[in-house]
C-alpha cells in the first residue's frame, strides 16, 4: 500500500507541475508559489477535521510538535525557491536532474541512521534515480546557441544542488521525526502555512502584487494547491506505511509524469534518451516493489 501511495504522489505532483508551467508564465514563478501554498492552507483548514483533526498540535503535547512542523514548512519554502530561483536563471536540462536527485540523498540519510535497506530495493533505488536523471536531462534546447546555454547552466548549478539538498533533508526529516511527532496530514497543514508565511515575506520584500489573478490563471494556481497537498499527504501516508527511502524515490518520479502528460497533451517531443529513461524507471519500480 505505501507503495502504491508514493505512485500516486508521483502522479499527482506530476500533474500540479504541469499545470505550473502555465502559471508561472502568465504570473511568475513567485507569486504562483504564494497562492498554491495558500490553496493548499486553507483547503486542509476545512478538510482537517474530517482528516484526523490535528493530531499532536493539539492533544497536550506543548511545542515540540509546532516546532517540528515549523522546521519541516522552513525547508520546504526554501528548497521550493531555491529551486524556481534555480530555473529561473538555469538551463532546465541541467538544473532539473540536478534537483531530482535529492532521493539519493534521503536514502544516505536513511542508511546513516540505520534504515535497512534490502539488495534489490537499493537496486530498484538505483535504477530508479538514473531513470529520472535521464528522462529530466533528456529534452534538448537547440533554440539556444552553445555559449549562452553552457553560461545558464552553470549559474544554476549552485542553486539545483542547494535545493536537491534541501529536498533531501525535508523528505528524511517527515519520514523519521515530523510525521511521529505531528501527524501525517497535521504536517502538510504545518507545511502549507509555515511556506505561505515564508513565501508571503519574500513576495512583499521584492514589491510583487498579491492580490489573485481575475482570468483562468485563478482556476489554475487553486488546482495546482489542490494537487500538490493532496501529493504531500499521500507522500505522508506512504511513509508511515513503507520505509521512508523508498516512498521518497517513488515520489520523484513526478518528473517522468510531466513529461509524459507533455508529449500527451502537449504534443512534445520525447527523445530517444527520455524513452530509455521510462523504461529504466519501470524497472526500477518492479524491483523496489519486490
Known amino acids: 500500500m505505501g507503495i502504491m501511495l508514493g505512485l500516486l504522489t508521483a502522479l499527482t505532483w506530476g500533474g500540479a507541475d504541469f499545470i505550473a508551467r502555465f502559471a ?8 504562483s508559489m504564494l497562492y498554491m501554498q495558500l490553496t493548499g492552507f486553507l483547503l486542509l483548514c476545512f478538510l482537517l477535521p474530517a482528516l484526523g483533526g490535528w493530531g499532536h498540535l493539539a492533544d497536550g503535547s506543548g511545542w515540540q510538535p509546532w516546532a517540528w512542523g ?20 538555469g538551463k532546465m536540462a541541467v538544473v532539473a536532474p540536478l534537483s531530482a536527485s535529492y532521493p539519493a540523498l534521503t536514502l544516505l540519510l536513511s542508511w546513516m541512521t540505520g534504515e535497512r535497506v534490502s539488495t534489490v530495493r537499493i537496486v530498484g533505488i538505483l535504477c530508479t534515480l ?7 536531462g533528456g ?27 534541501g ?20 504536517t502538510v497543514w504545518m507545511i502549507r502555512l509555515t511556506s505561505a508565511l515564508l513565501t508571503a515575506a519574500v513576495v512583499l520584500i521584492s514589491k510583487q502584487p498579491m492580490q489573485l489573478p481575475h482570468d483562468e490563471v485563478r482556476w489554475m494556481v487553486l488546482s495546482m494547491g489542490a494537487f500538490d497537498t493532496g501529493a504531500f499527504v499521500l507522500s505522508n501516508l506512504g511513509m508511515k506505511m513503507e520505509q ?8 520523484s518520479l513526478y518528473g517522468a509524469v510531466t513529461v509524459g502528460f507533455a508529449a500527451i497533451f502537449l504534443k512534445e517531443r520525447v527523445s530517444r534518451w527520455q ?3 521510462i523504461v529504466t524507471i519501470f524497472v526500477g519500480i518492479f524491483l523496489i516493489s519486490r
Open 139 to 165: 529534452e534538448k534546447t537547440p533554440d539556444e546557441n552553445a555559449a549562452e546555454a553552457v553560461q545558464r547552466s552553470g549559474r544554476g548549478i549552485g542553486w539545483a544542488v542547494f535545493a536537491a539538498v
Open 167 to 186: 529536498f533531501a533533508v525535508l523528505f528524511w526529516l517527515l519520514g523519521t521525526r515530523v510525521i511521529p511527532s505531528v501527524g501525517a496530514i497535521q
Open 275 to 277: 524513452w530509455i529513461g
Open 130 to 136: 538514473a531513470g529520472v536523471v535521464v528522462v529530466a
Open 244 to 251: 521512508v527511502a523508498v516512498v521518497t524515490v517513488l515520489s
Open 24 to 31: 508561472t508564465h502568465r504570473i511568475g514563478a513567485l507569486r
Open 70 to 89: 515549523f522546521l519541516a514548512g522552513s525547508f520546504n519554502a526554501m528548497s521550493g525557491l531555491l529551486l524556481y530561483r534555480a530555473f529561473e536563471i
